[in-house]
């Protein structure tokens, strides 16, 4: 197998939120076949910064999948082709060499681009404020083995607890839905005692905030838990929409 | 300034206790006239301002990263310890404090260590009310399990995913206040100094990482959360935005930095590949349960490892220490990895690589054994090295992962700076010179949820704190030194990149002071590093603008604060000529070549004081050790 890639990258350049952008069209020569995708794109970087060019702006941190800070959509795709895995987990022998790569930024109402790359998930955390917790204060708590879990429920909570919060599902849906990462939250609070106190509260609060937000609403495409990198499941969607119509709304 | 760590007197198991009722309060419709700053909102920033703001004090909270939700703490695996003493496995308040003790080569403070094993047991009750979902079983009580070579099960987990899950339970805290009104959060902020009033903390600069411009915020006390420092190293387990600087303009403000030396190693990651590299994957330690560490008997054998004999292979850690074989704690599996590398018998491209080999297990317990314990983590290897560990050994080689080293607190985790607070891997206190396994998480939250809210009431009670806003001259004088830092990295239009200059001084690092450390070689980084500062201030190229989100000149700034820091660091090592816990000093091992302590001239805590131009002064708090006596550890 071929060591190194000889890529072309098309990838959209934004200066900030209100500035218009397009694509812009580099080399990426000699990639290592064991990079990363970010990997990748700090060496085109650091080819560029050397140039005097701006470097490509793109949100990342623990390079470990599990921050939820990078994602972008390549050649179509939230986090490329390969399932239950975000951008950073996603390394360069996946691609061919000569490969044409189109990254963008992940889009929607929702999720205004900052920069290049980057957008705006801060709807993400005021959907988290609108009721995405246990109201318990620190110190309040009775021991933690007085309140037994079944291990189905605690097992399926923690399915939902995976999400990373990166918004990939927003970028997969056509309608630009948020329902995927709001049931997670939701699902994995309402499976266990302690968040069935507020949970018709919550539901209520939450779906409120996202639609407040500019995200659009569940048609059932699927198409969120092929992209999300921690397999977050739809019946998350289903259990959601149920508490929501009981809730009295 | 002398030291004084303020412990209160009494016996160990009644300080705490004691210690809380003289506090002075803060009286309930006073708090909200009380601002409190916390920078970062990793485990300990999170559950800070999460429970400052329960208590009705108005907290504003600032992280660089788009959300809260992404600080390093989510990416810790294996578990958190605590003394419930479920399992019924003789665990107890005071077994958790002695094994942290000596697992931290007696170079912490045992009135701390208590405290924390003490506050455990009430951060796992927070935790799951919370709704954080670790492990449980058919009964629907809690799982423990053993971690890290403990002698009992104290460890709570949530799948490999113990940080993330409690980070998030921090988080929705966090994001409760923020509902409620009390929590101001700010994100994409990176502080860029801290601002001092008549000597005492009042506030923050920080830079708009969006916007680029440069803010205010004045407060009564501030309180640094802000992590550690092993992207000094360049490659480390860390996320790409760790870094030392808001613990090092503090300290550049007044604020002892202690310990920097101490850093921790840990032994099992994927090993470095290639130039391009950014970052070194941890995979948990618990994969040595099973498998096999060895290397080929013969120096410079290339063969495949399938074609290596049984007889020419060397399985040194079962050979040298019988007794622990592949489970001796971190440093010592670190250390040896290195020792059979630099003698030439490393694995892999680059030689430096061990295997981690899992065929034995295979056989004995069946495929799917090995896949029901570790297919997680066989999947991430096979992910990011593309090779399939059923098959062939693994390949590991330890990476820089924690710093026990921080800013010098007290016993109410106040800094020598009055009023300036730091919690978590921010601070020096609680792991002396080796952390043991599930205990960074446990210190986090305990500084955060169960500590600060009580000693910084203390601290806001008892002093005189005139209203100020940022208009004051100190906040003026803060903001153009940050804005003439900022242009003057912009300006220099060199010719390397700023990731060129860290990756330097990361190798620099991790070959003087990474594992092993010398004299000669501490005394050679101490003359390279400062050249290498010089150059990259008159050579470096920055792209970009201030008034911009500009992501090279965050990377700036933070390399141009480790470049400063490093030596420090360096310092510190050439200082400490003993070895102890992951600090190897080759000039001081015993005859078999094991780390020997040297108690008598070293039992303290070492913290610089900086000075403007010209050599650190150190500061030594002697430790005094009633409780466990001084032993040295010993694995064979």
Same mark, same amino acid.
């Given at each position: 197998?071929?060591?190194?890639?000889?890529?072309?990258?098309?990838?959209?350049?934004?200066?900030?939120?209100?500035?218009?952008?397009?694509?812009?069209?580099?080399?990426?020569?000699?990639?290592?076949?064991?990079?990363?995708?970010?990997?990748?794109?700090?060496?085109?970087?650091?080819?560029?910064?050397?140039?005097?060019? @701006?470097?490509?702006?793109?949100?990342?941190?623990?390079?470990?999948?599990?921050?939820?800070?990078?994602?972008?959509?390549?050649?179509?795709?939230?986090?490329?082709?390969?399932?239950?895995?975000?951008?950073?987990?996603?390394?360069?022998?996946?691609?061919?060499?000569?490969?044409?790569?189109?990254?963008?930024?992940?889009?929607?109402?929702?999720?205004?681009?900052?920069?290049?790359?980057?957008?705006?998930?801060?709807?993400?955390?005021?959907?988290?404020?609108?009721?995405?917790?246990?109201?318990?204060?620190?110190?309040?708590?009775?021991?933690?083995?007085?309140?037994?879990?079944?291990?189905?429920?605690?097992?399926?909570?923690?399915?939902?607890?995976?999400?990373?919060?990166?918004?990939?599902?927003?970028?997969?849906?056509?309608?630009?839905?948020?329902?995927?990462?709001?049931?997670?939250?939701?699902?994995?609070?309402?499976?266990?005692?302690?968040?069935?106190?507020?949970?018709?509260?919550?539901?209520?609060?939450?779906?409120?905030?996202?639609?407040?937000?500019?995200?659009?609403?569940?048609?059932?495409?699927?198409?969120?838990?092929?992209?999300?990198?921690?397999?977050?499941?739809?019946?998350?969607?289903?259990?959601?929409?149920?508490?929501?119509?009981?809730?009295?709304? | 300034?002398?030291?004084?760590?303020?412990?209160?007197?009494?016996?160990?198991?009644?300080?705490?206790?004691?210690?809380?009722?003289?506090?002075?309060?803060?009286?309930?419709?006073?708090?909200?006239?009380?601002?409190?700053?916390?920078?970062?909102?990793?485990?300990?920033?999170?559950?800070?301002?999460?429970?400052?703001?329960?208590?009705?004090?108005?907290?504003?909270?600032?992280?660089?990263?788009?959300?809260?939700?992404?600080?390093?703490?989510?990416?810790?695996?294996?578990?958190?310890?605590?003394?419930?003493?479920?399992?019924?496995?003789?665990?107890?308040?005071?077994?958790?404090?002695?094994?942290?003790?000596?697992?931290?080569?007696?170079?912490?403070?045992?009135?701390?260590?208590?405290?924390?094993?003490?506050?455990?047991?009430?951060?796992?009750?927070?935790?799951?009310?919370?709704?954080?979902?670790?492990?449980?079983?058919?009964?629907?009580?809690?799982?423990?399990?053993?971690?890290?070579?403990?002698?009992?099960?104290?460890?709570?987990?949530?799948?490999?995913?113990?940080?993330?899950?409690?980070?998030?339970?921090?988080?929705?805290?966090?994001?409760?206040?923020?509902?409620?009104?009390?929590?101001?959060?700010?994100?994409?902020?990176?502080?860029?100094?801290?601002?001092?009033?008549?000597?005492?903390?009042?506030?923050?600069?920080?830079?708009?990482?969006?916007?680029?411009?440069?803010?205010?915020?004045?407060?009564?006390?501030?309180?640094?959360?802000?992590?550690?420092?092993?992207?000094?190293?360049?490659?480390?387990?860390?996320?790409?935005?760790?870094?030392?600087?808001?613990?090092?303009?503090?300290?550049?403000?007044?604020?002892?930095?202690?310990?920097?030396?101490?850093?921790?190693?840990?032994?099992?990651?994927?090993?470095?590949?290639?130039?391009?590299?950014?970052?070194?994957?941890?995979?948990?330690?618990?994969?040595?349960?099973?498998?096999?560490?060895?290397?080929?008997?013969?120096?410079?054998?290339?063969?495949?490892?399938?074609?290596?004999?049984?007889?020419?292979?060397?399985?040194?850690?079962?050979?040298?220490?019988?007794?622990?074989?592949?489970?001796?704690?971190?440093?010592?599996?670190?250390?040896?990895?290195?020792?059979?590398?630099?003698?030439?018998?490393?694995?892999?491209?680059?030689?430096?690589?061990?295997?981690?080999?899992?065929? @034995?297990?295979?056989?004995?317990?069946?495929?799917?054994?090995?896949?029901?314990?570790?297919?997680?983590?066989?999947?991430?290897?096979?992910?990011?090295?593309?090779?399939?560990?059923?098959?062939?050994?693994?390949?590991?080689?330890?990476?820089?992962?924690?710093?026990?080293?921080?800013?010098?607190?007290?016993?109410?985790?106040?800094?020598?700076?009055?009023?300036?607070?730091?919690?978590?891997?921010?601070?020096?206190?609680?792991?002396?010179?080796?952390?043991?396994?599930?205990?960074?998480?446990?210190?986090?939250?305990?500084?955060?949820?169960?500590?600060?809210?009580?000693?910084?009431?203390?601290?806001?009670?008892?002093?005189?704190?005139?209203?100020?806003?940022?208009?004051?001259?100190?906040?003026?004088?803060?903001?153009?030194?940050?804005?003439?830092?900022?242009?003057?990295?912009?300006?220099?239009?060199?010719?390397?990149?700023?990731?060129?200059?860290?990756?330097?001084?990361?190798?620099?690092?991790?070959?003087?002071?990474?594992?092993?450390?010398?004299?000669?070689?501490?005394?050679?980084?101490?003359?390279?590093?400062?050249?290498?500062?010089?150059?990259?201030?008159?050579?470096?190229?920055?792209?970009?603008?201030?008034?911009?989100?500009?992501?090279?000149?965050?990377?700036?700034?933070?390399?141009?604060?480790?470049?400063?820091?490093?030596?420090?660091?360096?310092?510190?090592?050439?200082?400490?000529?003993?070895?102890?816990?992951?600090?190897?000093?080759?000039?001081?091992?015993?005859?078999?070549?094991?780390?020997?302590?040297?108690?008598?001239?070293?039992?303290?805590?070492?913290?610089?004081?900086?000075?403007?131009?010209?050599?650190?002064?150190?500061?030594?708090?002697?430790?005094?050790?009633?409780?466990?006596?001084?032993?040295?550890?010993?694995?064979?």
């Amino acid at each position: 197998m071929k060591e190194t890639l000889n890529l072309t990258l098309k990838v959209w350049r934004q200066k900030n939120a209100n500035t218009p952008g397009k694509f812009e069209t580099y080399e990426a020569n000699n990639i290592d076949v064991h990079a990363s995708f970010l990997e990748m794109l700090d060496v085109v970087n650091e080819g560029l910064a050397l140039k005097g060019i @701006d470097p490509i702006s793109f949100d990342h941190d623990c390079r470990e999948g599990i921050c939820g800070a990078c994602g972008a959509v390549v050649n179509g795709k939230p986090h490329g082709h390969l399932p239950k895995t975000t951008l950073c987990q996603l390394h360069m022998r996946h691609f061919k060499d000569n490969d044409v790569i189109v990254i963008e930024p992940f889009r929607s109402q929702g999720l205004p681009i900052v920069k290049d790359l980057m957008v705006d998930r801060s709807a993400f955390d005021r959907v988290i404020a609108a009721g995405g917790y246990v109201s318990v204060r620190t110190g309040s708590a009775q021991d933690a083995n007085n309140l037994p879990v079944s291990k189905e429920d605690s097992d399926l909570a923690m399915d939902a607890a995976q999400c990373i919060g990166c918004a990939a599902c927003v970028a997969a849906c056509p309608n630009a839905a948020a329902m995927l990462f709001v049931s997670a939250k939701f699902s994995h609070l309402s499976l266990l005692p302690q968040g069935q106190v507020e949970s018709k509260r919550r539901v209520k609060r939450m779906v409120y905030q996202m639609d407040k937000e500019g995200f659009g609403n569940c048609s059932n495409e699927y198409l969120c838990e092929a992209a999300c990198p921690k397999g977050i499941s739809v019946s998350n969607i289903a259990r959601m929409n149920r508490a929501y119509f009981k809730s009295g709304v | 300034m002398p030291l004084d760590s303020k412990i209160p007197g009494g016996p160990i198991s009644e300080k705490w206790t004691q210690h809380k009722f003289n506090l002075k309060l803060v009286n309930p419709a006073n708090k909200r006239k009380h601002t409190v700053i916390v920078v970062g909102t990793g485990l300990a920033g999170a559950s800070a301002a999460a429970s400052l703001g329960e208590l009705g004090y108005n907290v504003l909270a600032f992280c660089f990263q788009d959300s809260p939700r992404r600080a390093h703490s989510i990416a810790a695996q294996g578990g958190i310890n605590a003394a419930k003493n479920y399992p019924n496995d003789g665990d107890s308040v005071y077994r958790l404090f002695y094994d942290t003790v000596k697992g931290g080569d007696f170079r912490a403070r045992e009135a701390n260590v208590y405290r924390l094993a003490e506050i455990s047991n009430s951060i796992i009750d927070q935790c799951v009310a919370q709704g954080v979902p670790f492990a449980r079983e058919y009964g629907g009580l809690l799982d423990n399990r053993s971690f890290g070579g403990a002698q009992v099960s104290r460890t709570f987990y949530a799948r490999g995913q113990t940080g993330q899950q409690l980070l998030l339970g921090a988080y929705s805290a966090l994001m409760k206040e923020v509902d409620h009104g009390s929590v101001k959060l700010f994100s994409r902020r990176e502080m860029m100094e801290l601002v001092l009033v008549d000597g005492v903390a009042r506030g923050i600069i920080v830079r708009n990482l969006v916007t680029g411009k440069i803010e205010s915020y004045a407060a009564d006390a501030v309180v640094l959360a802000t992590g550690g420092y092993g992207n000094v190293y360049f490659l480390s387990t860390n996320a790409m935005g760790c870094n030392v600087t808001a613990t090092w303009r503090a300290h550049k403000k007044g604020a002892y930095f202690a310990n920097p030396c101490y850093t921790q190693i840990h032994p099992t990651c994927i090993p470095v590949h290639g130039e391009y590299q950014s970052k070194l994957t941890l995979m948990s330690e618990s994969l040595r349960n099973d498998g096999r560490v060895w290397v080929p008997s013969n120096k410079g054998d290339k063969r495949p490892p399938a074609s290596i004999p049984e007889e020419e292979r060397d399985y040194y850690l079962e050979r040298k220490y019988p007794s622990f074989g592949n489970l001796v704690p971190r440093d010592l599996a670190s250390r040896n990895a290195k020792i059979v590398c630099d003698e030439g018998r490393g694995v892999g491209s680059t030689g430096l690589a061990v295997y981690l080999d899992f065929a @034995d297990s295979i056989k004995r317990l069946g495929k799917e054994v090995i896949e029901a314990r570790y297919g997680n983590l066989f999947e991430m290897y096979e992910r990011i090295s593309g090779s399939d560990p059923y098959k062939e050994p693994m390949m590991i080689y330890p990476a820089v992962h924690y710093t026990m080293g921080g800013l010098w607190v007290d016993y109410n985790l106040m800094s020598t700076i009055p009023g300036l607070h730091v919690l978590g891997e921010a601070n020096f206190s609680d792991h002396g010179a080796n952390r043991l396994g599930a205990s960074a998480l446990m210190q986090g939250l305990a500084d955060g949820y169960f500590i600060i809210p009580y000693t910084i009431g203390d601290y806001l009670a008892r002093t005189p704190l005139p209203k100020l806003d940022t208009q004051h001259p100190a906040f003026k004088e803060a903001e153009q030194a940050v804005t003439d830092r900022v242009n003057k990295l912009l300006n220099i239009n060199g010719k390397r990149t700023v990731d060129d200059f860290h990756r330097e001084l990361g190798f620099l690092m991790w070959d003087h002071c990474g594992m092993g450390r010398n004299e000669a070689g501490l005394k050679l980084a101490l003359e390279k590093i400062p050249a290498l500062r010089e150059e990259f201030w008159k050579n470096v190229t920055v792209t970009g603008s201030v008034g911009e989100l500009n992501q090279t000149l965050e990377r700036a700034g933070r390399v141009a604060d480790f470049l400063e820091f490093g030596e420090l660091l360096v310092r510190d090592a050439l200082h400490r000529s003993e070895s102890c816990g992951g600090h190897f000093r080759e000039e001081s091992q015993t005859p078999e070549g094991e780390a020997q302590r040297n108690d008598d001239a070293f039992c303290y805590v070492g913290a610089w004081e900086y000075q403007e131009g010209g050599t650190p002064v150190l500061h030594k708090e002697h430790l005094t050790f009633d409780e466990v006596s001084l032993t040295q550890r010993s694995y064979k």
